[in-house]
């Protein structure tokens, strides 16, 4: 809540485009941050509580405020649908591949064509998340 409502004031000073970039590096600062201390993260659970809770609001502050607004003008009233289901729709395969491709160790091998347990196992998680 905090970074949407953040996000809705940052976006009058800085725009949309600049909003969800300064959004996005400020969550890659955070997330850096916390894959640094994870150790000490893990020992405090009100620590890790914060720190995850001010990432997603970096999340929210710039794509979750500023996709659709791009989205709609970037492109004429007629295709602007068209653009934003096509975004929904590779999100929802990404998340399915995901999932599947932890469940199944043989789903991202039949679905890249290969034999089963060819892609070496520390493979095929980046496998599932860059499809």
């Known amino acids: 809540m905090p970074g949407t409502l953040g996000g809705a004031f940052v976006v009058d000073y800085l725009g949309p485009k600049w909003t969800m970039i300064t959004g996005l590096l400020l969550q890659a600062v955070i997330g850096f941050a916390m894959s640094g201390a994870y150790t000490h993260l893990t020992s405090h659970i009100g620590a890790f509580a914060v720190v995850y809770g001010i990432f997603l609001s970096f999340g ?9 607004l791009l989205a709609s003008k970037t492109s004429p009233t007629a295709i ?3 653009f934003y289901g096509f975004a929904a729709a590779v999100g ?6 995901g999932i599947w491709g932890k469940r199944h160790d043989c789903f991202l091998d ?3 064509i290969r ?10 998680w980046s496998v599932a998340f860059t499809i």
């Open 80 to 82: 602007r649908g068209q």
């Open 110 to 112: 039949r679905l890249l």
């Open 115 to 124: 034999p089963c347990n060819s892609i070496p196992s520390h493979h095929r």
């Open 92 to 97: 929802k395969v990404g998340a399915f591949v």
């Open 60 to 68: 929210e502050l710039g794509p979750g405020n500023c996709l659709g």
